[in-house]
């Protein structure tokens, strides 16, 4: 059974710096790419930040520069890096795992058939 649990959400000054993670459990974020959505109100789920087994990764044009996706095998967790924060980064944030790509580095949310349930990202 697998389960991907996010932390580390909360509220935020513009400017200011968040880290989310995402603890993993029957699933090895060391074995599939693993990506961070958001989805604010009223707004589609938006891939932000993708990470490929190979260390590899791609952003959405909204977040680079200014996000950092990671991973630390021992712990199975992913994590996010958040600086520069703005009120449009406000979102429910959710990690996102795949059992098909290694590789390829996929911002849609079709391409991943693991979810969290989300922690709330306010930037006020």
């Known amino acids: 059974h697998v389960q991907l649990v996010e932390s580390g959400g909360g509220l935020v000054q513009p400017g200011g710096s968040l880290g989310l993670s995402c603890a993993a459990s029957g699933y090895a974020v060391s074995s599939y790419c693993m990506a961070w959505f958001r989805q604010a109100p009223g707004k589609g789920r938006e891939g932000v930040a993708v990470l490929a087994t190979d260390g590899d990764t791609k952003y959405s044009d909204s977040v680079k520069g200014r996000f950092t996706i990671s991973k630390e095998n021992a712990k199975n967790t992913l994590y996010l890096q958040m600086n520069s924060l703005k009120p449009d980064d406000t979102a429910t944030y959710y990690c996102?795992?795949?059992?098909?790509?290694?590789?390829?580095?996929?911002?849609?949310?079709?391409?991943?058939?693991?979810w969290g349930q989300g922690t709330q990202v306010t930037v006020s």
């Open positions: 996102a795992g795949t059992s098909v790509y290694r590789f390829s580095l996929r911002l849609g949310e079709n391409d991943y058939n693991y």
